[in-house]
């Protein structure tokens, strides 16, 4: 207990770290954030009021403070473009980023592990020296350019799968999960889905593909071998089970970090999502709603990485054990 | 003197030239041509480079500088007496279908310092123009003053004006009827006229049109984006609408007349009603008038400055007096400013008063207008829904009219042809692809129209050279326009020299078309003012000192 | 001196064979001398410009022509050649790549040292703030940097250092706290050596192939980056790298164009770069990893 309480504290204080660093770095930034408008409807005096709106009129730490305060309440401002509240707007797309990350994780790991341990398996066959240098193209490979290239032969030229966006237009829904389970947003979902799982397979392949070589020298494995049990099943129900720690651990990373990484994706298949909502903010210099979707990324990252902690923790005998001793 | 210091250089000039070069005259320093990242707009980074090519041949160090938006933005803005040249653009709206928002705001000296001019143009004679023109009623007469404007501006040159651009836009004719679409000059199709008549054909009665950037603010007193304005527009009825020509048209009124130089009869339509139920009464007109005059709305506030007093006539009608006699009146007020339910925004209003908070921060915005659609449904990033509103007296016949925010070209065609989408409303990628996949989709109908806005080269007029209007004519004049047209605009634009767009041709002086560019003209020009080419580079004429420290 | 020499020599030795004794390796560092060559004969590859506008001899823009003799992979919509811009594409792709490399190399090594030679409070430090660097949403921060402070390259490099650096110092850091307890680190600590000659002569030499794997990684994390905030339209717009060419291509539609030539050469180029360093990272992990040498 006292273990996961020093390891919540640990990531709490990491955010805490990341808003001030990006705090200080959006207000030291040169110039005025109102460079953003070009209205020249606005006076001096209005200029001021809106500087005094934003609260950007005082002492940059009575800021921060406030800023803090604010944050702590759930609350990050006003949209200096849609003058609505930060919180609502990304909220409203958060869980379409979510949706998209953990389905193509999920299908990147489900893959990854299953022709990782085969892969393994197999080793020293013309078919591993084949796949692993692919597997590594596929990591290699910038996503937005694989995405392109589906996106153009998949959509554009075949027309298996909708151009972009989640849902068809006009398409009505009672509830945000009733349009979630709906055909037509899985429909959309595919493609975009398709191509991150095509990138994120790779870290699970080769990671389960190496730990079930160690494993597989390990002392239970040469028992098992010894016992006669064929080589199928050692894998499956022993090297397998030991190999997969770490992946669950890389899984529950790869949540925070796929988040992040979603940017180019949400923005080639036009996808709404938080990723997108940043560029957008950043490219129109929409500073709270930047600071906003920047911060609510980086809170998904903290709480994954607080999550891989515990499992780290609880699945690994040998942290455990090493500890408690 | 002029003629003295002239024959001096030249003879400073005969004897050594870099005696002359030290003694007589100074050097032009570099220039730095700033334009926007070849990413974000690709004609006019086209255009700048083949424009610095040109200008370097006349002697001139030119350093092109692509800088991101907002970094532009700050600089040519903000920083007004910073920086050299500058590609830039005014782009077209409805109500910029009358001349005088361009005469009067680009170059009038009192917006040097904060507002349009940022060019920092200062010239009396030019003032008298633009302020001349607002005033006169008589449209005959205006035209003239509006040609004058024209030709001080081409003998000046404080923009060279490259291109009005063309835009194309479509739409699928096997979904709507083809000559149902109206086109609305300096505009397009994409318009309020074409939503409200367009017929669908069969099945499909949407209308689904894109959009590559999302809707920021959908609020009768604000608007935060150009396309915040597409939307505003269908929601909430103006007295008058920029019709398909270009001129204001009675909407929401039956008529608007003047009653004599400063005072307006107007009659509302009747039968309105808003999207509530209840009824548009002359009061919710004369509110909507009286609501953007106090410090609530910002941005409408400058509309309405000109209204002295409002008053009921009838159940119908009302009067309004102005300051002064204001010639685009109809356009830049009566065309603009929302009509917006009493009832709904008089408590919204009261409400905020004594607050620093104004409308534009309202985070509940009422959305009751009386436009031809109403609002059901707005998903940010991702659409927004529009409904045919029945008791309009232009119900259109479309049901929905569905806006998608598309980011990019590539995907925005590929919905196209899916049927994804069935009206083109903004195209960012390369045009000549569009027309080659409307011929590969015959369903496709593109339709393109010149804009009433333009791209130009803007001179900083605070700084030497460019405080020398001969130097500006060499310069502007140095640059061939077909070469931009063809090869920076791929012949989607027609070749500018005014800020009234030929496609205004009442008020477009046809005078100004005619101007002789070419690398011949322009260094005639600097001759005749003086300047002079000393190995290969131009320096000023003898005397002239820069007396500025370059950032 | 002997000490020393015993240590630093097998290691160095052993890093430069390696390459022959894997072949992914030996196939990465081929492909990173390829593209070295390139970058550093450019302007002899291609004369041309990259952001030359190009006229054909009728004095129209030579824009959207096929792959000839003279573009060798065609020219853009707006008359550039795109062959000259991928091989200009790799200078640029060198200067980021390396100098990431370089910084990341050279801070991850030290901290690592410091942190796992010392220990203590400058470990305790060190390695909180490689956790808080490590909870910066990786790509999003890039994006800020590069929209708010300024499209300038060197914002990427500055991010992937931020990026990597903890990673590889925790690593070296683990494999300092190994090294400090073998037998002829002892030696030299018995013989009266210098702390510093103990860090720098006795352990530095046996982490350097870590440094190295790490340097390679940094390279191709650099390249993508650098595409991916390009591709975005946050890139530095003076930069020709293959990134701006993917995104020029992909907002002037040459997808729909099937410009094939244009689109498909830089992303293939990324790849490569980017495989060649996982190739050589591996190769020298497998050879110099103990966990992994088992096998």
Known sequence: MKQVLERFAHNALALLAVITILFFMFRLMPGTPLAAFINDNLNADQQQAMLAQFGLDKPIWQQYFIYLGNLAQGEMGLSFFQRREVTAILLEVLPNSIILTLSSLIIAYIFGVLAGAWLAWKRGTWIERAAVPVVLATRAAPEFWIGMVLLAFLSFNLGWFPSGGASSPGLAYTSNWQRIFSLDYVQHLALPVLTLALYLQGLPLLLMRSNMLEVMHEEFVTMARMKGFSEWRIVISHAARNALLPVATAFALGVGLSMGGNVVIETVFSWPGIGRMLVQAVSVHDYPLAQGAFLMIAAVLAVTNFAADLLYMVLDPRVSHGRRS | MKRRSLMGAAAAAAVAPKAFAQSAAEKVRKINLYTWPQAALPQAYQASQLIAQQWRQLGLDIDVKPLQRQAQTALIWYSRDKWDTTMWRMVGRPERADPDEFVYSLFHSSYADKGYDFIGYKNPDYDKLAEKQRGQIDKEERRKTIFQAQEMINRDQPYAFLVHPKYPLAFNKAVFKEDTVVNQTGVGIRNIWTFTTIEPLGAQKDLIINSSESLNACNPLYIGGAVDSWITDLIWDRLMRIGPDGTPQPWAAESATWADDTTIDIKLRAGMKWHDGKPVTVEDAIFSFMAPAGDKAPMYKPFVTEIVSMEKTGDLGFKMKLKNPNAAFFTATLSKINLIPKHVWEPVLKDLEGKPENAEQLKEVNRTGSGPFKIVRWMPNEEIVLEAFPDHFKAPRIARWIMRIVPNAEATLGMLKRGELNFLGFFGGDPEVLVKFAKENPDIVVRTETDVGFEFVAFNCRRAPFDDAAFRRALSFAIDRRLMVSAAWQDFAVPANSHVSPVLSYWHDPAVDNIKTGLAVAKKILQDAGYRLSGGKLYYPAGKQEKLTTE | ?295
């Not at chain 3, 240590?7 to 004794?21: D, E, G, H, K, S």
């Not at chain 3, 040459?254 to 030539?261: E, N, P």
């Open chain 3, 1 to 295: 001196m002997a000490a020393a020499a015993s240590a630093t020599l097998p290691v160095l030795r052993r890093m430069a064979a390696m390459p022959l004794r894997d072949p992914f390796a030996f196939a990465g560092i081929v492909i990173y001398l390829l593209f070295a060559i390139v970058a550093l004969t450019a302007d002899q590859l291609a004369p041309t410009d990259p952001m030359e506008i190009l006229f054909t001899k009728a004095g129209k823009v030579a824009a959207n022509l096929g792959p000839s003799a003279e573009y060798p992979l065609g020219t853009t919509n707006l008359g550039r050649d795109i062959y000259a811009q991928l091989i200009h594409g790799t200078e640029s792709a060198l200067a980021v790549g390396l100098s990431a490399a370089v910084i990341v190399a050279l801070v991850g090594t030290v901290v690592g040292l410091v942190s796992g030679y010392f220990g203590g409070w400058i470990d305790a430090l060190l390695m909180r703030i490689a956790d808080m660097a490590l909870s910066l949403p990786f790509l999003p921060f890039v994006i800020v940097l590069m929209g708010f402070l300024g499209a300038e390259t060197s914002n990427i490099v500055l991010a992937v250092v931020l990026l990597l650096w903890p990673s590889s110092a925790r690593v070296i850091r683990s494999q300092v706290l190994t090294l400090r307890e073998r037998a002829y680190v002892e030696a030299a600590r018995v013989t009266g050596a210098s702390q510093a000659r103990i860090l720098f002569v006795h352990i530095a030499p046996n982490i350097l192939p870590l440094s190295f794997v790490y340097a390679a990684i940094a390279i191709g994390w650099a390249i993508v980056t650098e595409a991916s905030v390009s591709f975005l339209g946050f890139g530095d717009p003076t930069n020709v790298s293959w990134g701006m060419m993917l995104q020029d291509a992909f907002s002037s539609q040459a997808l729909s164009r099937g410009q094939y030539a244009w689109f498909m050469p830089p992303g293939l180029c990324i790849i490569l770069v980017v495989v060649a360093g996982f190739f050589i990272s591996r190769g020298y992990e497998e050879v110099f990893m103990p966990r992994l040498r088992g096998r």
